[in-house]
């Protein structure tokens, strides 16, 4: 029963942890927005560490060797001493005695044991207390090119690599023991070792160094990329400095660049859109009702004229006409601004719609003391338009110039025709366009004017539009010139 009731309780309380739990163990796809997930492996870590682990290997590896080659190398020469030591003993005629191995000690820093036939020791270097080395079970041999292998062994206080060596019968040495300093053999393979293992730890770090900072230059590029792609993402538009190393992230940074652009003008180009069907809206409110009283108001006056001639002098009805005609062009402006359904167009003489317009202005020029003048072409020039909208976008224009003339002004309606189409040219001596309208030409609800409402350009970009024509203006000789142009 004990058992049982532990189990439960231990069951309850896994029961209580477990949301907290499986929020800690949740895998990367279940994260929530924001959480960063635990699987991020960074472009750095991707490129360093791969690079950095190969490239530290080999130095590695290349250094171990060099440093195994050159203890090697120093065993052999100190062998080769020690040989040679030996061998000047294995050769001597004379006895061996305690101060001849003192010469042998002093020459290769080991240290000798010479037995007799009998076992005795009869000469050594090794320091008091005597040991007795023929105890020790080592192999017999006659010159020494096993000691670097044999296993040191402990005498006195100091481990020795000893080998047994057996001399001729004639001498009174019969065996020879050669006590190599473990220690001083150790010391020289290290020094030996040094200078390959210095190297090689030079070559490691700055492998890593390099690594490193290559990694990070490339990932600190990519770094910014991110922030550039985030900003567009929020909507920040601005393009990022291009680096002067001509490599892929260059050309990744330059299409970039492209795309930002590109989704600006996309930008404006909506913005723009939403601002001409809201102006379309407004405008086709208005211009109907205009339309209607316009339209009213002319038929009146028709009727007053025939019911009430008067004399040729006077011209006050016949100009009251004109000017409802112009104002029921610029109603057909307005209407026609914003829409997308085609409207009729045939083949009109570009020359009569400038002189049309003239006549219709020449009132308004009149008053204003301003000289409205058409240039004559020797061609006649044709163009397939909706006459009704562009004599509406030619009108707008010329009203521009004239407040823009002022006062004994002067301004210019022509049409020229060149290779690479027509234009429509609408000249005023004027001071020239406002900076902040030249830097939004055509855009609504932009105007310069206290009583003006910024449709007049508009409407004329969207007939030249319409036309795929464009709509531009320059400064030239102290005049001002806006120019409609029509691919023909």
């Known amino acids: 029963?004990?058992?049982?009731?532990?189990?439960?309780?231990?069951?309850?309380?896994?029961?209580?942890?477990?949301?907290?739990?499986?929020?800690?163990?949740?895998?990367?796809?279940?994260?929530?927005?924001?959480?960063?997930?635990?699987?991020?492996?960074?472009?750095?870590?991707?490129?360093?560490?791969?690079?950095?682990?190969?490239?530290?290997?080999?130095?590695?590896?290349?250094?171990a060797a060099a440093a195994w080659l050159a203890a090697r190398a120093q065993d052999q020469s100190q062998l080769a001493a020690l040989q040679q030591v030996v061998g000047t003993l294995a050769e001597a005629r004379f006895p061996i005695t305690e101060s001849v191995l003192q010469q042998?000690?002093?020459?290769?820093?080991?240290?000798?044991?010479?037995?007799?036939?009998?076992?005795?020791?009869?000469?050594?270097?090794?320091?008091?207390?005597?040991?007795?080395l023929s105890t020790l079970d080592l192999?017999?041999?006659?010159?020494?090119?096993?000691?670097?292998?044999?296993?040191?062994?402990?005498?006195?206080?100091?481990?020795?690599?000893?080998?047994?060596?057996?001399?001729?019968?004639?001498?009174?040495a019969?065996?020879?023991?050669?006590?190599?300093?473990?220690?001083?053999?150790?010391?020289?393979?290290?020094?030996?070792?040094?200078?390959?293992?210095?190297?090689?730890?030079?070559?490691?770090?700055?492998?890593?160094?390099?690594?490193?900072?290559?990694?990070?230059?490339?990932?600190?590029?990519?770094?910014?990329?991110?922030?550039?792609?985030?900003?567009?993402?929020?909507?920040?538009?601005?393009?990022?400095?291009?680096?002067?190393?001509?490599?892929?992230l260059r050309d990744l940074e330059i299409s970039v660049n492209r795309m930002t652009t590109r989704l600006r003008d996309l930008e404006g180009t909506i913005a723009r859109s939403e601002r001409e069907r809201l102006l379309a809206q407004l405008a086709g409110g208005l211009a109907h009702q205009l339309r209607n009283a316009a339209t009213g108001a002319r038929l009146a006056l028709q009727l007053h004229a025939r019911r009430c001639p008067v004399s040729a002098e006077d011209q006050s009805v016949p100009v009251a006409l004109r000017q409802l005609a112009l104002l029921e062009a610029q109603v057909r402006g307005l209407?026609?601004?914003?829409?997308?359904?085609?409207?009729?167009?045939?083949?009109?003489?570009?020359?009569?719609?400038?002189?049309?317009?003239?006549?219709?202005?020449?009132?308004?020029?009149?008053?204003?003391?301003?000289?409205?003048?058409?240039?004559?072409?020797?061609?006649?020039?044709?163009?397939?338009?909706?006459?009704?909208?562009?004599q509406a976008a030619i009108l707008n224009l010329t009203?521009?110039?004239?407040?823009?003339?002022?006062?004994?002004?002067?301004?210019?309606?022509?049409?020229?025709?060149?290779?690479?189409?027509?234009?429509?040219?609408?000249?005023d001596n004027g001071p020239g366009l406002d900076p902040r309208v030249a830097a939004n030409l055509g855009q609504p609800f932009l105007s310069t004017k206290p009583e003006g409402v910024g449709l007049g350009l508009a409407l004329v970009r969207q007939v030249a539009q319409d036309h795929h024509g464009t709509l531009t203006w320059r400064r030239e000789a102290e005049n001002t010139i806006f120019s409609l142009q029509f691919p023909v």
Request: with cysteine.
């Open 104 to 132: 042998m000690h002093g020459l290769s820093g080991a240290h000798f044991v010479a037995l007799s036939p009998e076992g005795q020791v009869i000469a050594s270097t090794l320091p008091p207390p005597l040991h007795d």
């Open 139 to 172: 192999p017999r041999s006659n010159d020494l090119s096993g000691l670097a292998q044999l296993p040191a062994v402990l005498v006195g206080d100091t481990r020795y690599r000893i080998a047994r060596l057996e001399r001729p019968p004639t001498s009174n």
């Open 174 to 248: 019969r065996t020879l023991f050669v006590l190599a300093p473990d220690q001083s053999w150790s010391q020289a393979r290290w020094q030996a070792a040094l200078y390959p293992l210095s190297v090689g730890a030079i070559s490691v770090c700055l492998t890593a160094g390099l690594s490193f900072l290559i990694a990070e230059r490339i990932s600190r590029r990519l770094r910014r990329l991110e922030s550039q792609t985030a900003a567009i993402a929020g909507g920040d538009f601005r393009e990022i400095a291009i680096q002067s190393r001509h490599d892929e």
């Open 399 to 427: 009203l521009n110039a004239i407040e823009a003339a002022g006062p004994r002004g002067v301004v210019t309606l022509a049409a020229v025709r060149d290779h690479s189409g027509l234009s429509i040219e609408v000249t």
């Open 335 to 390: 209407l026609s601004l914003g829409r997308n359904e085609p409207r009729a167009r045939s083949a009109s003489s570009v020359g009569s719609l400038l002189t049309d317009v003239a006549q219709l202005l020449a009132p308004a020029c009149e008053h204003s003391g301003v000289k409205l003048s058409v240039t004559p072409n020797p061609q006649e020039l044709q163009l397939v338009c909706d006459p009704g909208a562009l």
């Open 1 to 63: 029963m004990a058992s049982c009731e532990a189990g439960r309780r231990f069951a309850n309380r896994f029961d209580r942890r477990r949301p907290r739990l499986l929020s800690i163990w949740k895998p990367a796809r279940y994260l929530g927005h924001g959480e960063k997930s635990p699987m991020r492996w960074s472009i750095r870590n991707q490129i360093l560490l791969p690079f950095a682990g190969v490239t530290l290997l080999s130095v590695v590896a290349a250094t």
